[in-house]
């Protein structure tokens, strides 16, 4: 009872959500897109010709983003977009995609030769893991899949990079901080509009990267 009671109280907040609203009728497949487009429009994150590679892009919604955003009046884009998630995502223009699973040797490899030794100039990440309730064990994975998404920008991101991954408030969360500010010269911690209030996710942004990417042979 307490199970149906609070899938009934999600479903009816989902419903009257005005972010859900809105994603259905700009034609986006999920409201967290205006969390992507409320921290770009303020940082100025994506420009034409820009290298992108959204990780965690299922079910696509920032994906598209990129691909309206870098869209020429051909309809080509104006850059590149790399998508990669462990869950089947339906095309989005423009986009290349990458089913598997980053935490995976030969799927990073898949991404590196899809970027054909262009760095990125804008790496996101919307990974989140499998949580499973049990707090010390959920907070390491989040942990580890930050500290995949720093490697990878630390060898492919561009002199003028930029990096946004979301994170969550957890025992490791100021240790993850730390990392982004070994790496980056401004570093920043953001809540969107878009979060819901009781989500303890949170956006880390880092700029300015403080070493060039070495770019693996």
Known sequence: MKKNRFKKAWLNEHLHDPFVKRAQ??????RAVYKLQEIDEANKLVQPGHVVVDLG??????????????ASPDGS????????DLLPME????????QGDFREA???AQ???ALQGRRVDVLLSDMAPNLSGIASADAARIEHLADLALDFARNWLSDDGVMLIKSFHTGYFSQI?????????TVKAIKPKAS??????????????????????
């Open 106 to 108: 030969e799927v990073l």
């Open 111 to 113: 991404l590196e030769a």
């Open 196 to 217: 819901r209030d009781r989500s303890a996710e949170v956006f880390i942004l880092g700029m300015d990267p403080k070493m060039a990417a070495t770019i693996p042979e």
């Open 25 to 30: 009728k700009d034609n986006y497949r999920s």
């Open 57 to 70: 892009s299922a079910p696509g919604a920032w994906s598209q983003y990129l691909g309206r955003k870098l």
């Open 177 to 185: 901080v730390n990392r982004f500010k070994l790496q980056f010269k």
């Open 91 to 98: 095309p989005v223009t423009g986009v290349q995609f990458i």
């Open 77 to 84: 884009l104006r850059g590149t977009v790399v998508a990669l």
